[in-house]
């Protein structure tokens, strides 16, 4: 089974926040997101996918899961890359 790790950020007219995660249907938790389904933490915000990167094994994904959340140097780097390509 594939899982991914991702990272999520609101959108412009929401206040700046991201959200990092893990699943094994990239599509269907960004959707729940999005429609207050998804963790307590992204309710009530729109969110657009910013990163996502695929892991084999779930063991690897969660534990590259758990860095990235602990390392907001590289989420915001993550996020400025995003938002410099995106313009």
Do not use: C, Q
Request: charged share 35%; hydrophobic share 30%.
């Amino acid at each position: 089974m594939v899982y991914y790790v991702y990272l999520i950020h609101t959108l412009d007219k929401y206040p700046i926040k991201s959200y990092v995660g893990y699943t094994n249907n990239l599509e269907n938790r960004l959707s729940k997101h999005n429609s207050n389904l998804g963790a307590k933490s992204t309710k009530g915000y729109k969110w657009e996918l910013i990163y996502k990167k695929k892991f084999y094994s779930k063991s690897k994904a969660l534990s590259f899961e758990y860095k990235l959340k602990k390392d907001r140097k590289e989420r915001l780097k993550l996020i400025y890359d995003f938002k410099k390509k995106k313009s």
